[in-house]
């Protein structure tokens, strides 16, 4: 019977031990995923900033629909487009050159800019194939947008509305990559930009992750969530939260500290910018989770 009790005893004990390894590392997890949000809300801001300032949507839009027309010079088509009132309202359609644009759009609706090209090439309703065909033959000069639009009147029997739906369509997938090539820029963008942030604040995800480890209580302190969370307000909790990051502090101060300990820190700095890769919207998804989950265990 004694046998039975210890045994039981020990069984116990292991469901304890292995309860807390559990809390521990949930409270470490969700520790690390706070400060990935709240650096991954200052990059985003910071890169939204540099690209607003920078018209980096507007340049990449306008470089997209030169790859399109295949018109690099932008002396023909896409110089055409862009001076349509459908595509640039807000230029006097006057420009001879990409620099003497007065406004650059940041999108382009892909009907308008259907609208645009039949406008620009002279295709009108009611005209034969042979006739269309002929139009695009002597508007345009390359063979093989001249090859494409073609071949959409052939396909559509001239029908000018279907041509449209079809050169919209065109326009709209040919967006996707540019809305990709996009994508990737502001990535390593605000890949560097993070990693300006978290070595100017000293965010070491090694340095906060052995606290956590050593201090799961450290997760309590942490603020409640909020969708309208901002970057100063999340700048803000994170100083309040006791978690060991910026200079000067004995936990995260490694100017005086063995050389040893920067290979560490540039480690942890790096880990902290390659976290913030995955977004804000993904980390805040995340925490979320992580806190009902943490909310279910044992308190």
């Known amino acids: ?14 469901l304890v031990g292995f309860a807390m390894f559990g809390s521990t590392i949930l409270d470490l997890a969700t520790g690390l995923i706070f ?3 709240v650096i991954s809300l200052i990059a ?22 030169k790859d399109l027309l295949n018109d690099q010079q932008f002396t023909g088509l896409a110089l055409d487009i862009y001076n349509h009132d459908l595509v640039n309202p807000r230029s006097n359609g006057l420009a001879t050159s990409a620099g003497k644009l007065t406004a650059k759009p940041s999108y382009i ?9 039949i406008d620009v090439v002279g295709l009108v309703p009611g005209g034969n194939v042979a006739a269309l065909q002929q139009q695009i033959g002597a508007k345009i ?19 000018i509305d279907r041509v449209r739906d079809d050169v919209a369509s065109w326009f709209d997938n040919s967006m996707d990559r540019v809305a990709g090539a996009y994508k990737r ?3 390593l963008y605000s890949f560097f930009i993070a990693l300006a942030v978290a070595i100017a604040l000293n965010v070491d995800t090694i340095t906060i992750a052995t606290a956590l480890w050593r201090q799961p209580m450290l997760v309590k302190q942490l603020p409640t969530l909020s969708d309208g969370m901002k970057p100063t307000d999340g700048y803000d909790d994170l100083r309040k939260s006791g978690l060991p990051f910026g200079w000067g502090t004995a936990e995260t101060d490694i100017g005086s ?20 890769l995955f977004g804000a919207p993904f980390w805040f998804d995340t925490l979320q989770r992580f806190v009902q989950l943490r909310g279910t265990g044992s308190k």
């Open 185 to 187: 820029k502001t990535q």
């Open 44 to 65: 985003s801001a910071v890169t939204e900033g540099v690209a607003s300032a920078l018209s980096w949507r507007a340049k990449t839009l306008l470089q997209g629909v």
């Open 109 to 117: 609706e892909p009907t308008q800019f259907a609208a645009a090209l």
């Open 257 to 276: 500290s063995p050389n040893w300990r920067w290979p560490y820190a540039l480690l942890g700095w790096l880990i902290t910018a390659a976290a913030t």
């Open 35 to 37: 400060t990935f949000l």
């Open 141 to 159: 000069k390359d063979q093989q947008l001249k090859t494409m639009l073609t071949g959409f009147v052939d396909r559509t029997a001239g029908d």
């Open 1 to 14: 019977m004694q046998e039975l009790r210890d045994v039981s005893r020990r069984r116990v004990k292991r």
